[in-house]
């Protein structure tokens, strides 16, 4: 149980990174066509 917490809670910036790089990517390309 506490295992399976602490990998979510280490999960997490990963998740929010790979978010907000695919939103980077999106507006770039917005802006760049």
Same mark, same amino acid.
């Given at each position: 149980? /506490? /295992?399976?917490?602490? &990998?979510?809670? +280490?999960? /997490?910036?990963?998740?929010?990174? &790979?978010?907000? /790089? +695919?939103?980077?990517?999106? &507006? +770039?390309? +917005?802006?760049?066509?």
């Amino acid at each position: 149980m /506490l /295992l399976a917490t602490h &990998i979510r809670r +280490a999960h /997490l910036p990963y998740v929010l990174g &790979i978010a907000g /790089l +695919a939103l980077a990517a999106g &507006i +770039a390309l +917005a802006l760049f066509q």
